[in-house]
């Protein structure tokens, strides 16, 4: 019977299917799950009343999943009254721990979401794989190098997990671990190919509608060589989000390099937010850094402005541009130790900008492909060292496939035989870009990550 009503509402026929569900719960008064399909169906007509009707059956709800279902059902009906603290009321009955069907599940999600725009499912990963060519492979290694020009195919993984422990009350503990990795092909550079682990231990504290996250992170970088442990870090990390989505990053910790000179204290904050610009959402984000390193050539000043914004192309389509400058200064290179260091007794200043365009289509089921064209060109005050050019310029274009998961593993419940999914038609998946929160941006994104104090290269 809930299959034909199931059909019934594909094809647009509510009325029928509340025809057909009441013959069904005036012959078996406590069938639970017909009485809440049925109110399900009253709220899509935009028939109130009823739908109350039917959520006050007598003997209703009779299992933990149909109590869940009851509750979130009430919470569609005061969502559709206009009676926000209803709404809250209705969902605090609900937790992650809440047993419940898959797409009841799903439906929590989503009304958490339209509540409180910083919600989010305990579980989130990613992960994107892409590949490519460019025609410097030396640009941007994390050694600092200034060889240039070598044409190189390429390959990028970028793979990250978050899970929290289910909420109880303001402060939930929280785990991440990420990997990046660079592949590249050409010999004359291939021992410059990196991957970065990273690990975050630590808390979330929601304070009203501010969520502030603490946490320890360790990390370490390899190179293709054969020492390949070229640096490892130790941050405390803060990550703030205001109400309206403004988001401030701080960070600070040591590191330890490979070549003990460049050893250094760490410490950098940002900020973030999005402005909508000619009716484009713009996401923009200002960092700054100050490294003291172990010898005071290497110490480093900079900042970074970067800006993202992305628009539809039609259909699944959307195109995304991105643009970074950042400006680095070594207020202590110059004389013998920045012959050493920089192969120049000049005093060292950087400039980078960096250019991105990109098609990226969702697939369905958190996959999306996309293609996109980097250019980047930093322009140093070293441009005639005996170690060579610090400036550099570099076209890139890599076509990647990403996946996309938000889940809660602590739901509990299984699935009978003889139930049939209802269709909500509100699901909780991630969305695509655009619609992500700007801390959740800040973090994913290549462009505003590398500087904003969420990274430590």
Same mark, same amino acid.
């Given at each position: 019977?809930?299959?034909?009503?199931?059909?019934? #509402?594909?094809?647009?026929?509510?009325?029928? @299917?509340?025809?057909?569900?009441?013959?069904?719960?005036?012959?078996?008064?406590?069938?639970?799950?017909?009485?809440?399909?049925?109110?399900?169906?009253? *709220?899509?007509?935009?028939?109130?009343?009823?739908?109350?009707?039917?959520?006050?059956?007598?003997?209703?709800?009779?299992?933990?999943?149909?109590?869940?279902?009851?509750?979130?059902?009430?919470?569609?009906?005061?969502?559709?009254?206009?009676?926000?603290?209803?709404?809250?009321?209705? #969902?605090?009955?609900?937790?992650?721990?809440?047993?419940?069907?898959?797409?009841?599940?799903?439906?929590?999600?989503?009304?958490?979401?339209?509540?409180?725009?910083?919600?989010?499912?305990?579980?989130?990963?990613?992960?994107?794989?892409?590949?490519?060519?460019?025609?410097?492979?030396?640009?941007?290694?994390?050694?600092?190098?200034?060889?240039?020009?070598?044409?190189?195919?390429?390959?990028?993984?970028?793979?990250?997990?978050?899970?929290? @422990?289910?909420?109880?009350?303001?402060?939930?503990?929280?785990?991440?671990?990420?990997?990046?990795?660079?592949?590249?092909?050409?010999?004359?550079?291939?021992?410059?190919?990196?991957?970065?682990?990273?690990?975050?231990?630590?808390?979330?504290?929601?304070?009203?509608? $501010?969520?502030?996250?603490?946490?320890?992170?360790?990390?370490?970088?390899?190179?293709?060589?054969?020492?390949?442990?070229?640096?490892?870090?130790?941050?405390?990390?803060?990550?703030?989000?205001?109400?309206?989505?403004?988001?401030?990053?701080?960070?600070?910790?040591?590191?330890?390099?490979?070549?003990?000179?460049?050893?250094?204290?760490?410490?950098?904050?940002?900020? @973030?937010?999005? *402005?909508?610009?000619?009716?484009?959402?713009?996401?923009? %984000?200002?960092?700054?850094?100050?490294?003291?390193?172990?010898?005071?050539?290497?110490?480093?000043?900079?900042?970074?402005?970067?800006?993202?914004?992305? $628009?539809?192309?039609?259909?699944?389509?959307?195109?995304?541009?991105?643009?970074?400058?950042?400006?680095?200064?070594?207020?202590?290179?110059?004389?013998?130790?920045?012959?050493?260091?920089?192969?120049? %007794?000049?005093?060292?200043?950087?400039?980078?900008?960096?250019?991105?365009?990109? %098609?990226?289509?969702?697939?369905?089921?958190?996959?999306?492909?996309?293609?996109?064209?980097?250019?980047?060109?930093?322009?140093?005050?070293?441009?005639?060292?005996?170690?060579?050019?610090?400036?550099?310029?570099?076209?890139?274009?890599?076509?990647?496939?990403?996946?996309? *998961?938000? @889940?809660?593993?602590?739901?509990?419940?299984?699935?009978?035989?003889?139930?049939?999914? *209802?269709?909500?038609?509100?699901?909780?998946?991630?969305?695509?870009?655009?619609?992500?929160?700007?801390?959740?941006?800040?973090?994913?994104?290549?462009?505003?990550?590398?500087?904003?104090?969420?990274?430590?290269?």
């Amino acid at each position: 019977m809930r299959l034909m009503a199931r059909a019934l #509402l594909a094809s647009g026929n509510s009325g029928q @299917a509340a025809d057909l569900l009441r013959q069904q719960v005036d012959q078996f008064s406590l069938d639970c799950e017909s009485w809440s399909w049925l109110a399900w169906v009253e *709220l899509h007509r935009n028939e109130p009343a009823a739908a109350w009707q039917a959520l006050q059956a007598p003997g209703c709800p009779g299992s933990q999943q149909e109590a869940s279902r009851w509750a979130l059902l009430e919470a569609v009906a005061q969502r559709a009254a206009g009676d926000a603290a209803g709404v809250a009321a209705a #969902l605090a009955r609900v937790g992650d721990r809440s047993v419940m069907w898959p797409e009841d599940a799903r439906l929590r999600a989503g009304l958490e979401k339209l509540r409180d725009p910083v919600w989010q499912q305990p579980l989130l990963a990613s992960v994107e794989l892409a590949t490519g060519g460019t025609t410097n492979a030396f640009a941007g290694s994390p050694t600092d190098t200034t060889k240039q020009g070598e044409e190189s195919l390429l390959a990028r993984l970028n793979a990250a997990a978050s899970l929290r @422990a289910p909420r109880h009350g303001p402060v939930t503990p929280l785990v991440e671990v990420g990997v990046r990795g660079h592949g590249i092909a050409a010999d004359e550079a291939r021992d410059l190919s990196y991957l970065e682990l990273a690990g975050r231990l630590g808390a979330e504290l929601r304070l009203g509608r $501010t969520t502030a996250v603490l946490t320890y992170r360790r990390d370490t970088l390899h190179l293709n060589q054969d020492h390949s442990l070229y640096s490892e870090g130790q941050r405390a990390e803060l990550e703030l989000e205001l109400p309206g989505g403004l988001v401030v990053l701080a960070g600070g910790g040591h590191r330890d390099f490979q070549d003990p000179w460049r050893t250094r204290q760490e410490l950098d904050a940002g900020v @973030a937010g999005t *402005l909508r610009a000619g009716g484009l959402p713009v996401t923009l %984000a200002l960092a700054g850094r100050s490294f003291d390193a172990h010898m005071p050539v290497h110490d480093q000043r900079g900042g970074t402005l970067t800006a993202v914004t992305s $628009t539809s192309l039609g259909g699944a389509w959307r195109a995304r541009l991105g643009l970074t400058v950042a400006v680095d200064d070594y207020p202590h290179s110059g004389g013998w130790e920045g012959l050493v260091a920089f192969g120049s %007794a000049e005093k060292r200043h950087d400039t980078l900008a960096r250019l991105s365009l990109g %098609a990226i289509r969702r697939l369905g089921n958190g996959l999306q492909v996309g293609i996109t064209y980097e250019h980047a060109r930093r322009w140093s005050s070293i441009e005639e060292g005996f170690q060579g050019s610090f400036s550099y310029r570099e076209h890139r274009l890599l076509a990647s496939l990403r996946f996309d *998961l938000d @889940a809660n593993p602590w739901r509990r419940g299984r699935t009978g035989g003889d139930h049939v999914p *209802l269709d909500h038609g509100l699901g909780g998946s991630a969305g695509g870009f655009g619609e992500e929160r700007v801390r959740d941006l800040v973090r994913q994104d290549e462009d505003l990550r590398g500087d904003c104090g969420c990274s430590p290269h």
